[in-house]
Each structure stands twice: as structure tokens, then as C-alpha cells.
């Protein structure tokens, strides 16, 4: 992916998420618009950022490992969007593409900010190189008839790690979000664990394309529990459930083979 894109995440923008992954406790001074709107918007990206942040953690294949730390998979889906501004603020957001999304996080109790959680260098989100063509962002387009589902492959055996979900699941999406995202990218301020997003835009240098995961799914029983280890194949899988069965997606993992056609896959094992 183009080390110039800048990489925003989304919290809280499907239901009971926050609460399987211990996190709606960050989020209590949040005043929201509704109760099922999205919580903020977080960098995990901002090229030559002299923090943390400015280290490249998209991998299509590797997550990278921590000792001692919990952490959990996110499967979700990622919008690649162009950018338009008027002057210093964005006017428009243009998604162009999605994928399949790892918005892998490391569990920390009281981390003052989401993206502390979010990069921890090399290797520590994931990103299908496969992107799916986006024709209108609106109901009517393709992404009406996709779905969103991931897996664990351990000691061999095949896990389901987050539920099927259909894209049409999210809380906010199509053009309520994209309003929504340009709202907060132009004026969410430094706040709880929330952090102040036009200047980060404008010190990346105001990038022409944003890359943003648009929330995690909701967790199996398994995936709430279980941590990830070394040596695990992650699989989020993002797929046309009008050509595939669910039943035919567990088989393709299973099997290590995927189609070409309709389907994004983010394979990923823990080194």
C-alpha cells in the first residue's frame, strides 16, 4: 500500500462491539448524536509523524507478535477514499474501493488514547491487497450484497473468531457516514481517548487518499475469550454472499484457497 495514505480508524460503529472488547468504558464522557452512533475516529497512520504513529504497520500477510500483551483481532472493513479540501478542511470523501481490514489491537487497561492500543510498529494492522471496486456508495451499489466474516486457523483447526455479519449491519454507513465521517475528521477535538483530527491531517500534508476501517464486527464467544498466539493464521474474509455461502467460505479456508472474483481476503499469521 502507498506509504502516503493516511490511516484513520472507527469505534463503536456496530452494536455491542465496544462492550465484548472491554472498551465502552473509555468512551463514557463521549457525547454522542445518537445512542448507535460511532464513538470517534482514531489515526493509526500519519506518514512521516515524528511519534509512533508515523511507523508503517500494514501487512498483508504478518501480524507481529508482543509477549506478555493481549491481542485480539478486528475484523473489519476498510474504505480507500478520495479526498477533496477546501482550504484547510475536507469538502468531500470519496470511497473508492473496500476491503477486508485487521484493526488488530493490544488490550490495555487506561490507555490514554484509542491509537495507543493500534500501532505498535511494523506488522500490526493487516490489509487485503485484493480491493473490491466500489460503484456507488449507497444503497443499490455492490457492497449492499456483501458480507464480512473472520477466522482463527489453530493447531489446524478451523475457528470462527467473528459472527457473519452483512455490510448493511453497520450502524452508520453509505452516505450517513461518509457525512459523518467528514464532520469529525474537520471538527473532532483532542478529548478523552479521542484526539484532535484536523491538525493531524494537516501535519501529514493534507494526503489525497484516506485509508479508514469502518469498525469491528461483533466477536464469537471464542473470539471475545481467546487472544491470538504465535503461529495462529488469522482469515477476514469479506465476501459476496449472493455468489458464496457461508458454508463455501469456511471451506475455502479451510483449504488455504480463495477465489478472485468478489471476494477479499486478508490472511495474516502471527510471527
Same mark, same amino acid.
Given at each position: ?108 487497561? *487506561? ?5 495507543? %492500543?493500534? &500501532?505498535?510498529?511494523?506488522?500490526? !494492522?493487516?490489509? /487485503?491487497? @485484493? $480491493? ?36 448493511? *449491519? ?5 452516505? %450517513?457516514? &461518509?457525512?459523518?465521517?467528514?464532520? !469529525?475528521?474537520? /471538527?473532532? @477535538? $483532542? ?81
Amino acid at each position: 500500500m502507498d506509504k502516503t495514505i493516511i490511516g484513520f480508524g472507527i469505534a463503536g460503529n456496530f452494536a455491542h462491539h465496544l462492550e465484548q472488547a472491554g472498551e465502552s468504558a473509555d468512551f463514557v464522557d463521549v457525547v454522542v448524536e445518537s445512542d448507535d452512533a460511532p464513538k470517534g475516529i482514531f489515526p493509526t497512520f500519519i506518514p512521516n509523524h515524528d511519534t509512533f504513529l508515523g511507523d508503517y504497520p500494514f501487512s498483508v500477510d504478518k501480524i507481529q507478535f508482543i509477549e506478555g500483551k493481549n491481542i485480539q483481532v478486528e475484523p473489519e472493513v476498510g474504505l480507500m477514499c478520495e479526498v477533496t479540501y477546501k482550504g484547510d478542511k475536507i469538502s468531500e470523501l470519496k470511497p473508492t474501493h473496500f476491503m477486508a481490514y485487521n484493526d488488530c489491537s493490544i488490550r490495555v487497561e *487506561g490507555a490514554k488514547k484509542i491509537s495507543h %492500543k493500534k &500501532n505498535w510498529g511494523e506488522n500490526s !494492522k493487516g490489509v /487485503s491487497a @485484493k $480491493e473490491l471496486e466500489i460503484d456507488i456508495f449507497s444503497l443499490g451499489g455492490v457492497m449492499d450484497d456483501y458480507s464480512l466474516t473472520s477466522f482463527i486457523k489453530r493447531d489446524g483447526k478451523v475457528i470462527q473468531y467473528g459472527e457473519d455479519s452483512e455490510l448493511l *449491519g453497520y450502524s452508520y454507513f453509505y452516505s %450517513k457516514l &461518509n457525512d459523518w465521517m467528514v464532520e !469529525k475528521l474537520n /471538527s473532532q @477535538k $483532542e478529548h478523552g481517548p479521542l484526539e484532535d483530527l484536523n491538525s493531524v491531517i494537516l501535519e501529514a500534508g493534507k494526503p489525497e487518499k484516506l485509508l479508514i476501517s469502518i469498525g469491528a464486527t461483533r466477536y464469537t464467544e471464542f473470539g471475545e475469550t481467546h487472544y491470538l498466539e504465535k503461529g495462529d493464521i488469522i482469515y477476514v474474509v469479506v465476501y459476496n454472499h449472493s455468489r458464496f455461502a457461508h458454508e463455501s467460505v469456511i471451506d475455502m479456508v479451510k483449504k488455504d484457497v480463495f477465489g478472485t472474483c468478489q471476494i477479499s481476503v486478508l490472511r495474516q499469521e502471527v510471527i
